[in-house]
Nanobody, 125 residues
């Protein structure tokens, strides 16, 4: 069993930065591919970024590539999402997910084993 708790959301002006964290409970964190998703008001949830269990492989949605960076610290059971050059269209609730599958599985967003409850990011213009 893995519990995920996101933090770090808030209000930021366009062009600013935020760093999201997702703290995981459980001793098997390092076995999971970790990912970030987001859901804007009135829209479906969409994939943002994923990182392999080792941290050696990463995958990003085209909309955030070059602006967002995903990383993980297995010693601290935490995954991060550094968000730079934020845009108003990045406004959404951001969710952390964990799954034993590969990056492609995570990017699909289907059948993830665990989800956090989300943290709200608001980017003002």
């Amino acid at each position: 069993q893995v519990q995920l708790v996101e933090s770090g959301g808030g209000l930021v002006q366009a062009g600013g930065s935020l760093r999201l964290s997702c703290a995981a409970s459980g001793r098997t964190f390092s076995r999971y591919t970790m990912g970030w998703f987001r859901q804007a008001p009135g829209k479906e949830r969409e994939f943002v970024a994923a990182v392999s269990w080792s941290g050696g492989s990463k995958y990003y949605a085209d909309s955030v590539k070059g602006r967002f960076t995903i990383s993980r610290d297995n010693a601290k059971n935490t995954v991060f999402l550094q968000m730079n050059s934020l845009k108003p269209e990045d406004t959404a609730v951001y969710y952390c997910a964990a799954d034993p599958g590969n990056l492609a599985t995570m990017a699909s967003g289907d059948g993830m084993d665990y989800w956090g409850k989300g943290t709200l990011v608001t980017v003002s213009s």
